[in-house]
């Protein structure tokens, strides 16, 4: 991967470990309040930081997967100007704006709930059609390059075989990030529903409405998994700081 691409998922994994340290701990006393466990005010800024703390990590995870999947496109589509014309420098302002616009809207929703919702749903809508859009004309070109490969096989020899070497690192790029946003969309697209039903009044129960929003902060739980089957440098990291975990613990025992 190109480094503004690794850029990406480093904001994807910052966003996953804060929803899994920051939101997910406060969801869980948000549940347990209705049994009594707590009480007054608590309950309420309890409630209010778990739905804005949501809008922003998991709207910055949302836009996060979507520019990767933009960038994968461009990659392909550009060739040898991608490097040109994404570079870390972009990365880093459409980054920010991810954070600064979703800190805005998390904001929003700690005031009201109807306007930030609504925001909400639209930006994960549009995620969504983008990266069909994007993955769509992934495929799309990767056959038509493929066909090309093969027709000049016998023409061009070792410049064909570099394409395939080519062609196939960026399959392997590509599946991953697949993955990825099959994942978000699954754990997105029942709370976007939910949002559109109960917007119109058509469902309004809450065991419907925790259950979306449960499958929501699933995601950040999902990606992990994903990284380290999908991507072999993150599978290594993990075998070996579990190794090096193991020896620090033997060595304290001793």
């Not at 836009?63 to 991608?82: E, F, H, N, P």
Request: hydrophobic fraction near 45%; aromatic fraction near 10%.
């Amino acid at each position: 991967m190109y480094p503004p691409t690794k850029l990406f998922f480093r904001c994807l994994a910052v966003t996953d470990l804060c929803v899994g340290l920051i939101v997910q701990p406060l969801r869980s006393a948000n549940l347990v309040s209705h049994l009594g466990y707590l009480k007054g005010d608590a309950v309420y800024y309890i409630s209010k930081a778990v739905w804005a703390l949501s809008v922003l990590l998991c709207g910055v995870s949302v836009l996060t997967t979507t520019a990767i999947s933009v960038d994968r496109l461009l990659a392909l589509l550009l060739g040898l100007r991608y490097r040109h014309f994404v570079s870390l420098r972009r990365v880093r302002i459409a980054i920010t704006c991810f954070w600064l616009f979703c800190t805005l809207s998390g904001t929003i929703r700690w005031w009201t709930d109807g306007v930030a919702t609504k925001v909400t749903s639209v930006v994960v809508t549009l995620s969504v059609v983008t990266s069909i859009y994007c993955y769509t004309r992934i495929h799309l070109k990767l056959r038509h390059q493929q066909d090309q490969v093969q027709s000049h096989v016998n023409l061009v020899a070792e410049g064909s075989r570099n394409s395939q070497m080519n062609i196939a690192r960026y399959r392997k790029t590509v599946s991953t990030i697949f993955w990825v946003q099959l994942a978000l969309g699954a754990c997105y697209i029942p709370w976007a529903i939910m949002v559109v039903l109960r917007e119109n009044d058509i469902l309004t129960s809450k065991l419907a409405w925790k259950t979306a929003a449960s499958l929501v902060f699933s995601n950040s739980s999902l990606n992990p998994i994903l990284y380290c089957w999908k991507i072999t440098g993150v599978k290594q990291a993990v075998k070996d700081t579990i190794k090096q975990l193991n020896c620090f613990l033997r060595n304290e025992s001793n």
